[in-house]
């Protein structure tokens, strides 16, 4: 039975992918930060580990949680939006360090201790990145500091692959979701996203390491 794991699955993709990778009769380990969320997740069937991806003393932990696994398939979808303030408008280091950490140190922390475990399987690690952090493609300043969080994601993942060459490591944008964080006018649900999203993943080849896809499985440039 292949096994997954999914940094940031209490709610919205996360929770769908748990569902669903549940679903496809796969051993699923996911976390999450609350009791609730915990709880939700073992409703599904999935083993559960508590995890704030924002906090290093949290996260500095996982390592030793995962002790002797082999993942096939590793998903960092922990993430949160910043105030949605354009360029006019500096961050506050409160909110700066909120988004920064869970964006990015989160996922930069995670590797070292994520990916060995995917080159033991040669497996997958998928990325919940954004079209937003596209550099080549920037359509306003709106929610600048989101913007710029997802596009140091891009860079760490695209560096992190070439220390793990067994591994393949695949950006992806979700689309618009239905979630908490796209709202209810947004142009997808969550469940669509996320059957592309592993089918997405699953199609990868070794010569799409690294790269950044959309959800649909056509290949994003200009990032």
Not at 61 to 72: F, R, T, V
């Amino acid at each position: 039975m292949p096994t997954t794991l999914i940094l940031g699955a209490s709610r919205g993709i996360g929770l769908e992918l748990a569902r669903q990778s549940v679903a496809a009769h796969q051993r699923v380990i996911a976390t999450a930060r609350s009791d609730e969320g915990l709880a939700r997740l073992r409703e599904l069937g999935a083993e559960v580990l508590r995890l704030d991806v924002a906090e290093p003393a949290s996260i500095s932990g996982l390592s030793w949680q995962l002790d002797g696994e082999k993942i096939d398939t590793a998903w960092y979808v922990a993430g949160v939006m910043c105030s949605r303030a354009d360029a006019h408008l500096p961050p506050a280091q409160r909110e700066f360090d909120r988004v920064m950490h869970a964006n990015v140190l989160g996922a930069m922390q995670a590797i070292p201790q994520v990916a060995p475990l995917v080159e033991a399987a040669r497996g997958r690690f998928g990325f919940i990145s954004s079209s937003m952090g596209r550099i080549g493609d920037v359509g306003g300043s709106n929610a600048w500091l989101y913007r710029t969080s997802k596009a140091a994601l891009n860079m760490a993942v695209a560096a992190a692959r070439h220390g793990y060459p067994r591994a393949l490591f695949v950006l992806l944008h979700p689309g618009w979701v239905r979630t908490d964080m796209g709202g209810p006018q947004a142009g997808i649900s969550t469940q669509d996203s996320v059957t592309q999203l592993r089918a997405t993943l699953a199609s990868a080849t070794a010569a799409d390491n690294g790269a950044f896809f959309n959800h649909d499985g056509s290949r994003l440039n200009g990032w």
